[in-house]
């Protein structure tokens, strides 16, 4: 029996389709973004905004990048005993020009990363239990990404 694909934290991204994007919050009539959505629209001084819902970029480039070489908070699964080290990247998006966290996808380490390499957001297991694989996102390296001829 497949498991259904469900998000680790619901309102973070979307599932549908090969082109998982963030979903972001943006000001009314400005170019300023927030992600996640919820961590915006307070400007002191004009108080709380109702923020417009917006799907971010699903490329950018990385802007700086590491390895951890301990389990992140939750919702992080260790799956593994013992720990993995993951390497994580900060990625500056295309349109938006605001830097996102992320885990990069398996197999990409920080010897594969330079800043300003182009990167695509991706969704992947996180873990799975026996009804459900969650998915967070994950960045990949545009290279990797497309297909070769």
């Given at each position: 029996?497949?498991?259904?694909q469900?998000?680790?934290v619901?309102?973070?991204?979307?599932t549908?389709?090969?082109?998982?994007?963030?979903?972001?919050?943006?000001?009314p009539?400005t170019e300023?973004?927030?992600?996640?959505?919820?961590?915006?629209?307070?400007?002191?001084?004009?108080g709380?905004i109702?923020?417009?819902e917006?799907?971010?970029?699903?490329?950018?480039?990385?802007?700086?990048?590491?390895?951890?070489?301990?389990?992140?908070?939750?919702?992080?699964?260790v799956t593994?005993?013992?720990?993995?080290?993951?390497t994580?990247?900060a990625?500056?998006l295309?349109?938006?020009?605001?830097?996102?966290?992320?885990q990069?996808?398996a197999?990409?380490?920080?010897?594969?990363?330079?800043?300003g390499?182009?990167?695509e957001?991706?969704?992947?297991?996180?873990?799975?239990?026996?009804d459900?694989?969650?998915?967070?996102?994950?960045?990949?390296?545009?290279?990797?990404?497309?297909p070769?001829?």
């Amino acid at each position: 029996m497949q498991r259904a694909q469900v998000p680790a934290v619901e309102g973070l991204f979307t599932t549908d389709g090969d082109e998982p994007r963030l979903i972001g919050g943006r000001v009314p009539g400005t170019e300023s973004y927030f992600f996640p959505r919820h961590l915006g629209g307070a400007d002191p001084r004009v108080g709380p905004i109702e923020l417009e819902e917006v799907l971010l970029s699903r490329r950018g480039r990385v802007w700086s990048y590491t390895t951890s070489h301990y389990p992140p908070p939750p919702p992080f699964v260790v799956t593994s005993e013992p720990y993995e080290p993951i390497t994580v990247a900060a990625v500056e998006l295309e349109a938006e020009k605001m830097v996102v966290l992320g885990q990069c996808i398996a197999g990409v380490g920080p010897d594969d990363l330079e800043v300003g390499m182009e990167v695509e957001l991706t969704t992947d297991i996180l873990y799975s239990d026996d009804d459900h694989d969650y998915l967070v996102w994950k960045w990949r390296p545009v290279a990797a990404a497309e297909p070769e001829d």
